[in-house]
């Protein structure tokens, strides 16, 4: 007989006899019963990880997609069989594919969504940077619009004038402010960027001021 053998996943941590094997309606028991449960994932992996991933991959999913969702698709099966929502109207095989492609199309449609709000953030980013930046080329107001960055603080009025007048890069302002990285100092004059931009929406004299560039 072969000895025991120990796999570890981000799921389970399991020690086995290699060679088990199980039919369909063995396997349902053995998981419903628990008292071959880790037999019973090992076998799992063993016959059907190659051909989960292998269809995560021919989806457009990356080596380590494939791993993650295998993972999440054993601890559902096994959630399913043992509150009785799969009691083997499909094969294993045909069942265990079908969890698989779900949790895929739900992976890739939380992906769409975050890349469509990077695209939004982004796109908007760009907008307001642009405005204001017009706004701030202009030298003869330069001086009334110092003053009118000065209302949205100093921390902001520090930034934009190091970026816009000083034409200071990110890493440059870094060293001169008290911020960690780069990202960071990007977020802080978006948002700069945004309360300025709806000071000069609100704000009359400011918007004036604005109109005379």
Same mark, same amino acid.
């Given at each position: 007989?072969?000895?025991?053998?120990?796999?570890?996943?981000?799921?389970?941590?399991?020690?086995?006899?290699?060679?088990?094997?199980? =039919?369909?309606?063995?396997? $349902?028991? &053995? /998981?419903? @019963?628990?008292?071959? !449960? %880790?037999?019973?994932?090992?076998?799992?992996?063993?016959?059907?990880?190659?051909?989960?991933?292998?269809?995560?991959?021919?989806?457009?999913?990356?080596?380590?997609?494939?791993?993650?969702?295998?993972?999440?698709?054993?601890?559902?099966?096994?959630?399913?069989?043992?509150?009785?929502?799969?009691?083997?109207?499909? =094969?294993?095989?045909?069942? $265990?594919? &079908? /969890?698989? @492609?779900?949790?895929? !199309? %739900?992976?890739?449609?939380?992906?769409?969504?975050?890349?469509?709000?990077?695209?939004?953030?982004?796109?908007?980013?760009?907008?307001?940077?642009?405005?204001?930046?017009?706004?701030?080329?202009?030298?003869?107001?330069?001086?009334?619009?110092?003053?009118?960055?000065?209302?949205?603080?100093?921390?902001?009025?520090?930034?934009?004038?190091?970026?816009?007048?000083?034409?200071?890069?990110?890493?440059?302002?870094?060293?001169?402010?008290?911020?960690?990285?780069?990202?960071?100092?990007?977020?802080?004059?978006?948002?700069?960027?945004?309360?300025?931009?709806?000071?000069?929406?609100?704000?009359?004299?400011?918007?004036?001021?604005?109109?005379?560039?």
């Amino acid at each position: 007989m072969i000895g025991p053998v120990t796999k570890t996943t981000p799921a389970f941590t399991i020690t086995m006899i290699k060679g088990s094997t199980y =039919s369909d309606a063995e396997l $349902l028991a &053995a /998981i419903r @019963r628990g008292d071959q !449960l %880790n037999n019973a994932i090992y076998f799992i992996y063993q016959q059907y990880s190659q051909t989960i991933q292998a269809f995560i991959l021919a989806n457009g999913g990356m080596p380590a997609d494939a791993e993650d969702i295998f993972q999440e698709t054993v601890v559902t099966f096994i959630d399913s069989v043992k509150k009785d929502k799969f009691r083997g109207e499909a =094969s294993v095989k045909t069942f $265990l594919t &079908a /969890i698989a @492609r779900h949790l895929w !199309l %739900n992976e890739l449609k939380k992906r769409e969504r975050s890349e469509m709000r990077e695209k939004v953030f982004e796109n908007n980013r760009d907008m307001t940077e642009l405005d204001v930046s017009q706004h701030m080329a202009n030298r003869e107001v330069r001086q009334q619009f110092l003053e009118v960055l000065g209302k949205l603080g100093e921390s902001c009025k520090k930034l934009l004038t190091l970026f816009y007048y000083e034409n200071m890069s990110m890493k440059d302002i870094v060293h001169h402010l008290p911020y960690e990285n780069e990202q960071v100092v990007r977020n802080k004059k978006y948002k700069c960027l945004q309360s300025l931009t709806e000071m000069i929406k609100q704000n009359p004299v400011i918007a004036r001021l604005v109109n005379k560039l």
